[in-house]
Structures are given as structure tokens and as C-alpha cells.
């Protein structure tokens, strides 16, 4: 479950949101009504969430009621449409059993699944996957970097007399990033650097700094390895969202498994299979030469 450098998320997609049309609950702050039916804070709020990308662009004072106007919209044309007889065509109810059985999966899940995901089987994921997760190694370096080949060796001459790299690098470093630390890189793993900064710093021992220049795509490095390590284990507190997500996947789907196998799916595996293609036509061949006379 543990990645190179950061934590894998794990992603149970369950139902598109969804916002329905329902009773307002009697807590409910009415903000409109539609020849009597109301429209309330609930309602805003359930549409808000299948609306937040559009949203993002809209600044946030206005933002409740756009969606207001929305659910204002969705009524009027929903009204409309039903006193058409719309609601009764063979389309539509199909379509309405499909929304109908998303909005029950995703009540399952909330009910019957994510109930199940106990902090004993959270810990118990957890510890397992911990236990087949091999830490990368990931380095701590510091570097210096500068145009010119000469100034690189400079600077390692400097250093070899007793220069302090981090004062040197602040001065004298190109690399916005890092020079106002010291040259400071933190801690990076393998993929993370430019190839010949990656291999330079996996030749040098703890406390060592390159003995030649070290050139990339960016100018002269300078290069000082400060420790190797393996990636630390995140705890389990760090993951917790990724590893329920986990657990409920894992529940949700022994629980499917389980339906399937109690009940009883018949599948036309012929109507599944695209029609035959009518063969194409003969392409047309050129007319025999005639018979050449006789003599």
C-alpha cells in the first residue's frame, strides 16, 4: 500500500453524487419555494457537492446562490417535463431504476460496509501490509551548483582546505532553491534527481563530497552526501484514511461475492457478441481477353 515516496490512495468509486429531490427535513432552513414546495439548506448543500468544480470558479459568497438558482432551475423544468408525461416513457423509468440502484449501493456501503471497518481490522491491515512493504533507501545531500567547470573545481579545492560547503553554498550556489539552506536538498529517493546528480550521490559515503565536478542538464554540481537511510514507515495514524478506504474495499467486496453466489444470474453470452459482419463483395475482375481468331 506504501509507494516510492509518498502513500498510495486507494479509491473505492461507488456512485456518481447524485442530488435528489426529496421532504425537507423539519430542522431544515427554508431559502425558496416553488408554488409552495420547498426548497432548503439540506438541498443546497447535497447539490453543492455534485456542483464543486463548477463552483471553484465562482467566488464564494456567491456560491450558495447559484445553487439555489440551479435547484430552482431543475424543479421548474422537472415539473415541466412530468406534467408532459415524460416520467412515464420506457427511457426514462430505466434510466430512473439505474439512478435508483447508485443511491442504493452508495446507502449500502455507508450501512452495511463501512460499519464493518472496525479500528481492529484497520490495525490489522495495516500490519500487514507494513509487513510486505520493503522501505526504498532515499539520501540526504547537500550541493553547490555553478556555471562553469572551473568554478567547480574551485569550490572542491576550497572545501578540500576546510571550507564549510553550507557558507560557500549560499554564496555561491545557482540554485535558488536551495543555496538560501545551505545547498540543503532534504531527503530524496531514487528517480528523483537528474541521473548523473543520482549516481554521483550513490557512489559517496555518508560525509563525503564529489572529488570532481559533477555535470547535468542545469551546469557543475558540487556534492556533499550527508546520510542514507530507508524511507520511513508512515504510521498508521498518517494513513488512516487510505487504509479504511482499503478495509471497505476489501469487506464491500467479499460481501458481492457473497450475493453472487446466492443468487441466480443467467447471462445471454451469445446476445454479448457483436453481430457477424456481412462479408464484403467480391472485387471485380477484369474481363477475359477474347479468343484469338482462328486460322
Not at 486507494?10 to 432552513?29: S, T
Request: charged share 30%.
Amino acid at each position: 500500500m506504501f509507494s516510492h515516496r509518498r502513500i498510495a490512495s486507494f479509491a473505492l468509486v461507488l456512485a456518481a453524487g447524485l442530488a435528489v429531490v426529496g421532504p425537507a427535513a423539519a430542522e431544515d432552513k427554508v431559502l425558496a419555494k416553488i408554488d409552495g414546495q420547498p426548497i432548503t439548506d439540506a438541498d443546497v448543500a447535497q447539490m453543492s457537492a455534485t456542483m464543486a468544480a463548477q463552483l471553484a470558479q465562482i467566488p464564494e459568497d456567491m456560491r450558495k446562490r447559484a445553487v439555489l438558482d440551479r435547484l430552482i432551475d431543475l424543479r421548474l423544468i422537472a415539473v415541466a417535463a412530468t406534467k408532459a408525461g415524460l416520467d412515464q416513457s420506457p427511457s426514462f423509468k430505466s434510466r430512473m431504476e439505474q439512478v435508483r440502484a447508485q443511491l442504493l449501493l452508495s446507502e449500502y456501503v455507508k450501512t452495511k460496509v463501512e460499519a464493518e471497518a472496525t479500528p481492529a481490522k484497520l490495525k490489522d491491515r495495516y500490519d500487514r501490509d507494513v509487513a510486505a512493504f520493503d522501505p526504498p533507501e532515499e539520501m540526504h545531500a547537500r550541493h553547490i551548483l555553478v556555471k562553469t567547470e572551473d568554478e567547480a573545481k574551485a569550490i572542491i579545492a576550497d572545501l578540500a582546505k576546510g571550507g564549510d560547503f553550507a557558507k560557500i553554498a549560499e554564496e555561491k550556489s545557482q540554485d535558488p532553491g536551495s543555496a538560501k539552506q545551505g545547498g540543503d536538498l532534504g531527503f530524496f529517493s531514487a528517480g528523483d534527481m537528474v541521473p548523473e546528480f543520482e549516481k554521483a550521490c550513490q557512489e559517496l559515503k555518508a560525509g563525503e563530497i564529489t572529488k570532481a565536478p559533477v555535470k547535468s542538464q542545469f551546469g557543475f554540481h558540487v556534492i556533499k552526501l550527508e546520510e542514507k537511510r530507508k524511507q520511513p514507515v508512515p504510521s498508521l495514524d498518517q494513513v488512516k484514511t487510505e487504509v479504511k478506504q482499503a478495509v471497505v474495499a476489501e469487506i464491500f467486496t467479499a460481501q458481492l461475492e457473497a450475493l453472487k453466489k446466492a443468487a441466480k444470474i443467467e447471462i445471454d453470452e451469445a446476445a454479448l457478441k457483436p453481430a457477424d459482419k456481412p462479408a464484403a463483395p467480391a472485387a471485380p475482375t477484369a474481363p477475359a481477353a477474347p479468343a484469338a481468331p482462328a486460322k
